[in-house]
């Protein structure tokens, strides 16, 4: 494993996680996200520490994560008996995620757009 200084969420990504939330992103995928995305590698457990999130809403977020494609993981097999560790990734630079996330939103734009432009159609017709 390629070891990284550990990275701590500032108020920079405070601000991104921000808005990430405003666009409808659960803040604990958000951190998760921006976290691992200043880490060429990071542990679960990194990411509770740094990014100040508890192990459920990390195991939540990863899971999301890596449905969405978006990070992959490894495991480094320890000395001895034991569980492996689980190493993540992102799977693709961060401004084609972000990419890939705004393509969703305005899918959805379009989609309260169509909504709106038939009630509108709907309630003229009465």
Not at 1 to 23: A, C, G, R, T
Not at 33 to 43: A, K
Not at 87 to 105: R, V
Request: glycine residues 4%.
């Amino acid at each position: 494993m390629v070891k990284n200084k550990p990275y701590k969420l500032n108020s920079q990504d405070d601000k991104v996680v921000k808005i990430f939330s405003e666009l409808g992103m659960p803040k604990n995928l958000a951190k998760t996200l921006l976290y691992i995305s200043h880490c060429e590698e990071c542990r679960s457990a990194e990411i509770e520490h740094q990014a100040n999130l508890r192990q459920p809403e990390v195991s939540v977020a990863m899971q999301e994560l890596q449905r969405r494609g978006w990070i992959k993981k490894r495991d480094l097999r320890k000395k001895g008996k034991g569980r492996p560790v689980h190493i993540y990734s992102l799977s693709h630079p961060i401004d084609e995620i972000i990419k890939t996330f705004e393509q969703e939103k305005m899918k959805e734009v379009q989609s309260i757009q169509n909504d709106l432009d038939q009630l509108k159609k709907l309630i003229e017709s009465r």
